[in-house]
């Protein structure tokens, strides 16, 4: 059989553009995390932004090439796959994990005294965001816990799915916090970047979620009724009642 008859390695060009441009926004991603304040000397801004700007345009044209050597039957569409899978398992686990570690090591959720000790009215959303969650450093141990297993979950085939579940609602939520408290640029970019790449993974087995969240029938025990009509409007009793038992108690507030 050969390569381009294999439905496993022979694949449209927009996937593997998708795929290539997601390693290189999330091998971008890393690269700026570990470039992040400056702090390294070998890997100062003036060498990150450069590198970012060839990596993209490294993942813009690769496609192409691929592309073109896959009809000449040059190159192994499965190797290739494998590699950039691999590498964007592999850059989302180092950099999720990385902001893990950094929690247990005091390098998050740090605000300095002169900070702290202004008005609330007076801070902005980033500072009360960052306050707020280093007022409790077991609540940010947990997060650092979830990150760096999660991280972890995602260098094993077995267990990705599982892992990016997970990582997946921690970092939407993050993203949400970062655009709404208006943290700065480089964290909502962070965020939105480890949120792509997360859901790009997920959505690799999109059929296996609708079978077990769709078509999966429960095992729960339920009450029986013989029309139908009366099991909607229970259900749909849960939300109005409580809007309206929500309505009672704003009434009562003077």
């Known amino acids: 059989m050969s390569e381009h008859s294999n439905p496993e390695t022979s694949n449209s060009f927009l996937k593997k553009l998708v795929t290539s441009l997601m390693f290189g926004l999330v091998f971008a991603a890393l690269l700026l995390m570990l470039g992040n304040g400056g702090n390294i000397p070998w890997l100062p801004p003036g060498l990150v932004f450069p590198l970012v700007l060839l990596i993209l345009l490294i993942v813009l044209v690769f496609p192409f090439i691929w592309y073109y050597r896959e009809k000449k039957q040059k190159m192994n569409s499965r190797k290739v796959y494998g590699f950039l899978y691999s590498g964007i398992r592999y850059s989302l686990a180092f950099n999720i994990a990385a902001f ?33 969650f280093g007022y409790s450093h077991t609540f940010g141990i947990i997060i650092a816990v979830i990150q760096i297993v999660g991280g972890y979950l995602l260098l094993f085939r077995k267990t990705l799915l599982i892992g990016a579940i997970i990582l997946f609602s921690l970092l939407f939520n993050l993203t949400l916090i970062n655009i709404f408290y208006q943290m700065n640029f480089g964290a909502l970019l962070q965020s939105v970047l480890l949120t792509i790449g997360v859901l790009f993974l997920i959505l690799l087995d999109y059929k296996k979620l609708v079978v077990f969240f769709l078509k999966t029938k429960s095992n729960l025990p339920s009450l029986n009724f013989r029309s139908g009509i009366v099991k909607d409007i229970l259900r749909i009793s849960a939300i109005v009642l409580s809007l309206l038992f929500t309505i009672y108690l704003k009434s009562l507030v003077k």
């Open 100 to 132: 893990g570690w950094k929690k247990f090591y005091g390098l998050q959720f740090i605000v300095p005294t002169e900070i702290s000790n202004m008005p609330m009215n007076q801070q902005s959303g980033e500072w009360l965001t960052w306050f707020y």
